[in-house]
């Protein structure tokens, strides 16, 4: 089978890739173009915000114990019952609208940090990050190489589109 090429595959694009697993010298050397570099620890957390003071505040309060926060993300949107709206029969007449936030925060929180702050969590393990300029061929021979050396790929972004 033959695979036919169309422009589109000529043309370079700057591409982010989250990797999982231990990235060996042999990808460093065989895909010159993407700088790697090694992300630490993070952890991951997951709160309902009614409204932007709510999300403000809880932001704040994340920022006054001295913890470094590395990115914020609203999840979807979810229908969430008001405990306070409540008919005779005890279900729920009412509810009130929000979103959901994922902050990530610079390194492993303890239990004790976690259970004070009432946020559902997660801890995301160090990865390693490529960054650089490709075309579709190239990120498609980069990503079939970190297949084939067990690398788990958690994400591919494309960060820039061609003009």
């Given at each position: 089978?033959?695979?036919?090429?169309n422009?589109?595959?000529?043309?370079?694009?700057?591409?982010?890739?989250?990797?999982?697993?231990?990235?060996?010298?042999?990808?460093?050397?065989?895909?010159?173009?993407?700088?790697?570099r090694?992300?630490?620890?993070?952890?991951?957390l997951?709160?309902?915000?009614?409204?932007p003071?709510?999300?403000?505040?809880?932001?704040?309060?994340?920022?006054?114990?001295?913890?470094?926060?590395?990115?914020?993300?609203?999840?979807?949107?979810?229908?969430?019952?008001d405990?306070?709206?409540?008919d005779a029969?005890?279900?729920?007449?009412?509810?009130v609208?929000?979103?959901?936030?994922?902050?990530?925060v610079l390194?492993?929180?303890?239990?004790?940090?976690?259970?004070h702050?009432?946020?559902?969590?997660?801890?995301?393990?160090?990865?390693?990050?490529?960054w650089?300029?490709?075309?579709a061929?190239?990120?498609n021979?980069?990503?079939?190489?970190?297949?084939?050396?067990?690398?788990?790929?958690?994400?591919?972004?494309?960060?820039v589109?061609?003009?």
């Amino acid at each position: 089978m033959v695979r036919q090429r169309n422009r589109e595959d000529d043309s370079q694009a700057t591409y982010e890739i989250g990797l999982l697993g231990s990235v060996p010298e042999s990808l460093r050397r065989g895909h010159p173009p993407m700088d790697l570099r090694t992300t630490p620890a993070q952890t991951m957390l997951v709160r309902h915000v009614g409204g932007p003071e709510e999300l403000d505040e809880l932001l704040e309060q994340l920022s006054s114990m001295g913890l470094v926060l590395t990115e914020i993300h609203t999840r979807a949107s979810r229908y969430r019952p008001d405990p306070a709206l409540a008919d005779a029969d005890g279900g729920r007449t009412e509810g009130v609208a929000g979103r959901e936030y994922e902050v990530r925060v610079l390194g492993q929180l303890g239990e004790r940090l976690l259970r004070h702050l009432g946020w559902a969590h997660c801890v995301l393990p160090e990865q390693h990050l490529a960054w650089g300029d490709a075309t579709a061929d190239e990120l498609n021979d980069f990503l079939a190489e970190c297949s084939r050396l067990g690398l788990v790929i958690e994400r591919v972004h494309r960060a820039v589109t061609p003009p």
